[in-house]
């Protein structure tokens, strides 16, 4: 049983095309984020939901928008893709603050 | 805001040797401090968590961690590393509100 799975593992893809990730958890947790782990692997925050609400939206381009069908599901759709899009990119939720969060096993997106 | 440091990008030490790996934040509000491990194309899993109480906290793995207010620290450590502990370490705080800040990291590498 997979607690937080993303999908798909590895995509490779040129430039200007547009992908989506995919996240869905099993734990019944209220909060998704997406993080952006770049080649020096610093892990930087893109997006938070709470039961399908927006409540983070760091500064990243607006090709990057995501979707929450509910509070079990956050996807990430990107546009235009660009080479310095090319991470890995976890999904992760949480319950609570003090409880940390838990990380899908990431995607590793690289642009060509 | 908050932000974590950690003082070493890289610590190699031998099998069966002790490690420790600084962290350093700095917040303008009371947070919880959390380590986390990344193995090799593995997503990050949660090593232990500070939130109240007892300075030392004690995690997987034979980990533990000690938080110190006056020097805004939370070093990990172990006495006695294996191979199998070679992976990317990231120290992380959270304030009320449900955002991990990490630090950049530290690769740590058993030699046998």
């Known amino acids: 049983d997979t607690a937080v799975s993303q999908t798909p593992k590895y995509l490779v893809t040129q430039m200007g095309n547009d992908k989506s990730i995919k996240c869905e958890q099993n734990l019944g947790h209220d909060t998704m984020y997406w993080y952006k782990q770049d080649s020096k692997k610093f892990l930087k925050i893109m997006f938070s939901y709470n039961n399908k609400e927006l409540i983070i939206n760091e500064t990243v381009p607006n090709r990057f928008s995501p979707k929450s069908p509910d509070k079990a599901h956050l996807n990430l759709h990107i546009n235009s893709l660009e080479l310095g899009d090319s991470a890995v990119y976890f999904c992760?939720?949480?319950?609570?603050?003090?409880?940390?969060?838990?990380f899908g096993s990431g995607t590793r997106l690289t642009v060509v | 805001a908050q932000s974590v440091t950690q003082l070493d990008s890289q610590v190699p030490v031998f099998e069966e040797a002790p490690v420790e790996l600084r962290c350093n934040y700095s917040?303008?509000?009371?947070?919880?401090l959390f380590w986390y491990v990344q193995y090799p194309n593995q997503g990050l899993q949660l090593l232990l968590k500070y939130l109240s109480g007892s300075t030392l906290v004690k995690g997987i793995n034979g980990f533990e961690a000690e938080f110190n207010k006056s020097q805004t620290s939370f070093h990990l450590r172990k006495p006695s590393v294996h191979i199998s502990d070679t992976a990317e370490y990231f120290c992380a705080v959270s304030p009320t509100a449900r955002q991990l800040t990490f630090g950049s990291g530290t690769q740590l590498t058993v030699l046998p």
């Open positions: 917040s303008s509000v009371s947070v919880y």
């Open positions: 992760a939720s949480s319950r609570r603050d003090e409880d940390g969060y838990t």
